[in-house]
C-alpha cells in the first residue's frame, strides 16, 4: 500500500476546518445607543423635573429647589482640561435629602432601577433620571460623602465612564479645596440652598442633601444634537408652571418646590415657590375596613410666582385590603405595584370638569388621553406606557399586557370604593360646617359631561351603582341642608318647568308639613334618572293637591296660592281640584272649587293665569 497525496476531502477538513463557536446568547446594546433610545421615546420638557421630583420623593425629601443659572465660571484648576467645557451655564437640583450608599450604586444602574420592587417608591422606571441627558452630557452628584461626575461618552477621565471624589480621601479633599473653578459651581449652590459654607462642608466630610448639576449641552455630541441655551431652561420652567399647583398634591415627602433663575451676574431671582401642607384637626377615617382602609383630609397648596394662589383639596387615600379580588393581588405581588387610589377635589372653587386629569404621583401630562371629565383628580400606581405620558389600557393590541390588566382592575375594584369614601366624608365634613353642602353635590360626576367618554362613563356608571346599592344617606333635605337622607326616602323636585317663584311656593308648603324634599343641582338629577334602580317619589300636580288637601291652605300667602293654583293645573286634571281653596275671587279672596256649573268657567281662566 502506497501513500499519495491525500484527496481533496481530506485536504479540505485538514486545512480549512472552522473553529467550533462556543459562546451564545443576546448581548446589551452599547450605553449610548441605549441613552439615545430613551431620548427618542422620552419626551424634552417639563417631564423631566417631575422625574427628579419623585426621586427626591423617594428619598425622602421634603425640599426641592431647580436652580438656573446662568453664570460661566473660570477654567484654569481643573482636574482635566476637558471639563473646561461644562463651567458654563446649568441647570441644577437641589433636595434636603442626602445620597445613601445604595443611592450611588442604583444611580449607576442604568435602566435596572433599584426601586422597581419597592411598591412605595414612586421614581421606579430606569428611564427616569436617564431623562436629563436631554439636556446635558456630564450631569453630577454632590451628596453625602461624594462628589460625582458621570461621563458616558467616556471623554473625560481615564479609566472609565465618570469620576467619584470622596470627601474623606484626603487627595480628593485637598482638590475639592483647592482647585476654585472646577468646584466653584457648587460652593456657590451649596451656599444657596444650605447657608452652608463649603470649606466647613468638606471639613465635616458630609453634605446632608443633594446637588445635580446638569451643564447645558452647547454643542451636538455622541449623545445628543439637542443643544440647550437658557430659553430652553425657560420653557422647561414655564411647563412645570403650569402644573406646579397639582405637583405637590399626590407625594408622600416633598411639601415644598422651587424654580429659581440666577443671571449671568450672580443675581438671583425666584420664579415660583408651592408649597403643601396638611392641617391635622380634620383627618376622617374610613368606618367599614373590611374591603378597604383609607382617609380623608384636607390639603392646603401655597403657590408664590407673580401673584399668590391659595386652594385647599379635600384629599382620600383608599387601599383595597388582600384577599378580595384574586386578580389584583397577584398582580400588586407581580408588578410589585399598591392597590391604591387617590382622590383630590378643589374645595371653594368651581372647576371645569374638562380640566380634571389623571396623576402618577405627579400630574400626567395635560392632553386628552388623561382627562377625565370627572369632578375629581385622580392618582394611582398606575401602569405607564414606556415614555410615561399615559397610562395604558386594554387596547386590541394589549389585551394581556398585564399594567393593562392592573390599571383596568384599579378603576373597576378601587376607585368606586374611593369615590364613596370621599362623597361620605363631605358629607360628614359639610354636617360640621368644615365643608359647604353644595360642595358634597359637586363631587357627583355629571353623566352629560361624560357620555362621550366610554371608560369614565363606565366608572361613573360603576360610582353610582355602588353608591345607591349600600343605600347611603346622601341627599341633602331642603329644610336643613345639613341633614342627609337615602335616596328611596326623599321627595324630588319636579320634572317638568316650573317658574322660581312657582318652586319657591312649593318648597315652601313642602318643608313646612314636613316633607323630605331635597333640592338636586343639574348632575345629582341626572345621577339618579340614569343610575337609580327603583322608582323615586317626585313632587307632581297630583301628589301637591293631596299635600294641599291634608294641611289646607289657610296660612298661605296670596302669591303663593296663585303659584300654588299654577301648577296644580299644569296637568288639566280640573276634576281633581274639587276642593282646594284655590279658586281666585275678584274682591282677592279664594273659595274651594266644587261641582258647581260656574266654577267651570272659573276653572277654565284660572289655566290662564
Known sequence: MTTGPASKPERMSSKTKKKSRTSFGATAPPFLDYLQDILRRYPDGGQILKELIQNADDAQATEVVFIHDERSYGTESLWTNELGEYQGPALYAYNNAAFTEDD?????????????????????????????????????????????????????????????????????????????????????????????????????QHFDGTIFRFPLRNQASDISDNLYDSNKVVELFDSFILDADLSL?????????????????????????????????????????????????????????????????????????????????????????????????????????????????LPLPNNESNKTGLPVYINACFGLTDNRRQIKWQEDDQKHDEHAVWNELLMKEVLPHAYLMIIQHAIKLAQKSDLPVLSVYDLWPDIAQIQHKDKWYAVALDVFHHLFSQKLAVLSLAKDEREFITPSEAVLPCNGPTSPDTFAAIKRIL????????????????????????????????????????????????????????????????????GLQLLPLNDGSFRSFSNREEDTVFTFLASFI
Request: proline share 4%.
Open 249 to 361: 398634591l399626590f407625594l408622600k415627602n416633598v411639601t415644598s418646590v422651587a424654580l429659581i433663575h440666577i443671571n449671568a451676574h450672580g443675581t438671583a431671582n425666584t420664579r415660583l415657590e408651592v408649597k403643601s401642607s396638611v392641617p391635622t384637626d380634620v383627618i376622617l377615617k374610613s368606618e367599614d375596613k373590611s374591603i378597604v382602609e383609607g382617609s380623608t383630609r384636607f390639603k392646603l397648596i401655597t403657590l408664590n410666582s407673580e401673584d399668590q394662589k391659595f386652594t385647599k383639596w379635600l384629599v382620600t387615600t383608599c387601599t383595597m385590603k388582600e384577599g378580595h379580588v384574586e386578580n389584583l393581588d397577584s398582580l400588586a405581588k407581580k408588578l410589585s405595584f399598591f392597590p391604591q387610589v387617590d382622590l383630590a377635589f378643589p374645595c371653594g372653587e368651581k372647576r371645569d370638569c374638562s380640566q380634571s386629569r389623571l396623576s402618577c404621583f
Open 511 to 578: 318643608v313646612s308639613c314636613g316633607e323630605n324634599l331635597v333640592t338636586l343641582p343639574g348632575n345629582v338629577s341626572r345621577a339618579l334618572s340614569e343610575a337609580y334602580p327603583r322608582a323615586l317619589k317626585h313632587v307632581t300636580p297630583t301628589f301637591l293637591r293631596d299635600i294641599l288637601r291634608r294641611i289646607g291652605v289657610h296660612n298661605i300667602s296670596k302669591e303663593d296660592k296663585l303659584c300654588l293654583l299654577e301648577y296644580v293645573l299644569s296637568d288639566e286634571k280640573y276634576k281633581d281640584l274639587k
Open 104 to 204: 450611588w450604586e442604583g444611580i449607576q444602574l442604568a435602566g435596572r432601577s433599584g426601586k422597581r420592587n419597592d411598591p412605595n417608591k414612586v421614581g421606579r422606571f430606569g428611564i427616569g433620571f436617564n431623562s436629563v441627558y436631554h439636556i446635558t452630557d456630564v450631569p453630577s452628584i454632590f451628596s453625602s460623602k461624594h462628589l460625582g461626575m458621570m461621563d458616558p461618552q467616556e471623554k473625560i477621565f481615564e479609566n472609565g465612564k465618570g469620576f467619584l471624589w470622596s470627601l474623606d480621601n484626603t487627595e480628593h479633599q485637598d482638590a475639592l479645596t483647592t482647585m476654585i473653578d472646577q468646584f466653584q459651581p457648587f460652593r456657590d449652590i451649596v451656599s444657596l440652598v444650605s447657608r452652608q459654607e463649603w470649606s466647613k462642608v468638606v471639613e465635616d
